[in-house]
């Protein structure tokens, strides 16, 4: 993985003067790893689990002794972790108490709650215009029928998904399985969620908000699932992290200190068929990777850092090439479920979409990502594009549990554009002509599609018909205005039902 480009990043706009003072961050590594509480249920029955979430206002103590205002779940940013099993569905009450307003930008704080990584019912996919205002209610279904996997519920809200995500509106939520269960892979104690977000902040400990001419935001503060660099205790055994860059718009190249490989034992979609080793990782925004890291060989004492690489940034305190560090304190308390795989070496032989194959593409299509006449847009399509056609605009119409082959070109060059398909697990089959990473061979819902990249995939389309968006994962992007819709249809039809959107312009 050694020839992986790097992601580009614009120099964060000196905007310096309203910045806090370098000398109330914390310095790395001081201040102590967190992990979100996991929500319980309002109530459950035999088939489904209720739960009740609050949009609204809260006010963290990210900078230690300031206090930040956030949007969070239920207050809290990252929100409670759901976690759900397979089989058994979730409803979920949203109720967005959020101000009518941003109190400091200004625009309404309308909300779509979307869970990325579901087969979702249209309905219930948080379509960006099928918006909640300040005051409303949407009661979401989601029917967990899928292998075991990390996905996360994040704001998906119309032309302010980037600001309601980076105000706080995300988290993640597990879907768990019998056979996820039933592999000696780390659980419990030993696995973690990493919850990877950038944030500026100003003299007041409020939130900066520049998107460099909506192309991306850039903080100086790396937090993990919340906390600024925080220190993670580890016993010399395995840990399994559930990663997830829930940044707008910062790619991460990730790499231990110590330069050791990590296992990576699950994708977007869930577990791979068999584990990967690499020395490096790049994550573009809302890919999830599982990684086991083993502290076995280290020494009490001993200090691991996650990093990461080759970052640029402009302001003089930047430690964006840092983010967290282990801390081994001694050996394990128990050594149970110590593996990355089963003796094997299997993992999910029946992983989702890795049984296709080329022969069984019964269409092929390209979709070009770019920047055309200041604005960035799919095959020359925008949101706008589609809100003008009522919603019935769309860039493909692939027929129900059909194979589709998609070629996904970035023609801008200066930009790397995370391409995310609504409703499938996809398989990357080729990255500009070759094989993909190795890490990159299990399901995947996002695609990173650097500079210049052309990357091909295979998704079956379903389990259900409707409308679902495709667009780029920079919130910022995605807000001006780059993404569109497919459709996935019946046998023999044109066009489908509505979907359901109560869309501002
Ligand atoms: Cu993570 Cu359409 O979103
Ligand atoms: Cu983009």
Redesign the pocket.
């Known amino acids: 993985a050694a020839a992986v480009a790097l992601p580009l990043e614009r120099v964060v706009s000196a905007k310096s003067a309203s910045r806090i003072a370098s000398s109330k961050l914390p310095r790395p590594y001081t201040l102590p790893f967190k992990v979100p509480p996991v929500i319980k249920p309002v109530r459950s029955d035999a088939t489904t689990d209720y739960y009740h979430i609050a949009q609204r206002t809260g006010v963290a103590e990210i900078l230690p002794g300031v206090k930040t205002p956030v949007f969070g779940y239920e207050g809290i940013s990252p929100g409670p972790t759901i976690r759900a099993t397979r089989g058994r569905e979730v409803v979920l009450r949203m109720t967005n108490e959020l101000p009518a307003r941003h109190p400091r930008w200004g625009y309404e704080a309308w909300t779509s709650c979307?869970l990325?990584g579901s087969a979702s019912l249209p309905q219930y996919d948080?379509y960006?215009s099928d918006i909640t205002r300040p005051g409303q209610v949407k009661t979401y279904r989601y029917p967990n029928t899928q292998d075991a996997r990390t996905l996360?519920y994040?704001d998906?809200g119309v032309h302010h998904t980037a600001e309601n995500a980076y105000m706080g509106l995300a988290a993640q939520y597990h879907l768990v399985d019998p056979l996820e269960q039933s592999l000696p892979i780390p659980k419990g104690d030993y696995e973690a969620p990493l919850i990877l977000t950038d944030k500026i902040f100003n003299s007041n400990g409020e939130f900066i908000y520049d998107d460099n001419g909506h192309s991306g935001l850039y903080g100086d503060v790396i937090l993990v699932n919340g906390v600024p660099w925080p220190l993670m205790k580890v016993e010399q055994r395995k840990y399994r992290f559930r990663v997830l860059n829930a940044s707008l718009a910062r790619g991460f190249r990730l790499q231990l200190s110590t330069r050791d490989p990590m296992t990576v034992i699950g994708t977007d979609g869930g577990l791979m068929v068999r584990p990967q080793t690499t020395a490096q990782l790049r994550l573009g925004m809302?890919e999830r990777y599982e990684i086991v890291i083993d502290f076995a060989k280290y020494k009490p004492g001993q200090r691991v850092e996650l990093r990461n690489l080759g970052v640029k940034n402009s302001v003089d305190y930047d430690n964006t090439g840092k983010i967290m560090a282990f801390e081994v304190t001694g050996p394990a308390k128990s050594l149970a479920d110590n593996a990355v795989s089963d003796p094997d070496g299997l993992l999910n032989p029946q992983a989702p979409a890795m049984d296709l194959a080329p022969a069984m593409a019964v269409q092929k299509r390209k979709l070009e990502v770019e920047r055309k006449n200041g604005q960035w847009v799919i095959s020359g399509t925008t949101w706008a594009d589609v809100v003008k056609s009522d919603y019935r605009k769309v860039v493909a119409k692939p027929k129900l549990d059909t194979v589709e082959q998609w070629e996904i070109v970035n023609k801008s060059g200066g930009w790397f554009h995370p391409v995310?398909i609504?409703l499938v697990d996809f398989k990357i089959i080729e990255r500009n002509g070759k094989a993909p990473f190795n890490y990159e061979l299990g399901p995947k819902d996002?695609v990173y599609v650097g500079e210049n990249e052309t990357v091909k995939v295979l998704a079956r389309f379903g389990p259900h018909k409707g409308r679902y968006?495709i667009?780029c994962?920079n919130l910022p992007h995605?807000d001006h205005d780059m993404?569109t819709q497919f459709e996935v249809v019946g046998d023999s039809e044109g066009e489908g039902d509505d979907p359901i959107t109560s869309a501002p312009p």
Do not use: L
């Open positions: 979307h990325h948080g960006a996360w994040h998906h809302a995310h609504h996002v968006m667009h994962h995605e993404m």
